[in-house]
């Protein structure tokens, strides 16, 4: 099956940009999605197909995708965005299973 | 207001049993596919299986194949997880999550149930 790797922790000054990646064969073919869980709480999907966002989300939050990478903006971070960050996408089969990334502490200072 | 809410998670020793539910409202339910997800204690998140929005189709990760059947009740808004011949390391918190109208990400999420596989 698919694996996504991401890095396991990225720091970001408040206000500044942060880029969260995922790398993964599957990604040359299927969009990934993104997803915001904060301590003790269920996972929020805050980005999905091309580069959208549910009803919501704010606009400060961006994806894009290239070759077997996918990404995860957010531009002007905020304390409240401090959360792991997980991607997901279709296995390479393009059915379920399904793959989560490893996911991405965001840590902001 | 879409809302799922698991239940029947808890303690059970290992080779046990244990039946989760999904109450799903606020959707015409009968029209999502759905997913079952786990995530082990400090770990990340795990896809764990997933059926069509009328229950003919139906998949697995590799991990619980064979020990866990996963159906529905459209009737009920249901949906349901049934855990057979349990390990330690099924031990989690398990979310149910609706599929998005295009597929391939999960738009809503429970808030889990946590599942402890232990003697």
């Known amino acids: 099956s698919s694996e996504l790797t991401q890095d396991p922790a990225v720091s970001v000054a408040l206000g500044q940009t942060v880029r969260i990646t995922c790398q993964g064969d599957?990604?040359?073919?299927?969009?990934a999605s993104w997803y915001q869980q904060k301590p003790g709480q269920a996972p929020v999907l805050v980005i999905y197909?091309?580069?959208n966002r549910p009803s919501g989300i704010p606009d400060r939050f961006s994806g894009s995708s290239s070759g077997n990478t996918a990404s995860l903006t957010i531009t002007g971070a905020q304390a409240e965005d401090e959360a792991d960050y997980y991607c997901?996408?279709?296995?390479?089969?393009?059915?379920?299973?399904?793959?989560f990334g490893t996911g991405t502490k965001v840590t902001v200072l | 207001e879409v809302q799922l809410v698991e239940s029947g998670g808890g303690l059970v020793q290992p080779g046990g049993s244990l039946r989760l539910s999904c109450a799903a409202s606020?959707?015409?339910?009968?029209?999502?596919?759905m997913n079952w997800v786990r995530q082990a204690p400090g770990k990340g998140l795990e896809w764990v299986s997933y059926?069509?929005?009328?229950?003919?189709?139906?998949y697995y990760a590799d991990s619980v194949k064979g020990r866990f059947t996963i159906s529905r009740d459209n009737a009920k808004n249901s949906l349901y997880l049934q855990m057979n011949s349990l390990r330690a390391e099924d031990t989690a918190v398990y979310y149910c999550?609706?599929?998005?109208?295009?597929?391939?990400?999960?738009?809503?999420w429970g808030q889990g149930t946590l599942v402890t596989v232990s003697s």
């Open positions: 999550a609706r599929e998005g109208g295009k597929g391939g990400y999960f738009d809503y």
């Open positions: 606020g959707f015409t339910f009968s029209s999502y596919e």
């Open positions: 059926i069509s929005s009328s229950g003919s189709t139906i």
């Open positions: 599957s990604l040359r073919s299927y969009y």
């Open positions: 197909g091309k580069n």
């Open positions: 997901n996408s279709r296995d390479s089969s393009g059915n379920p299973p399904y793959v």
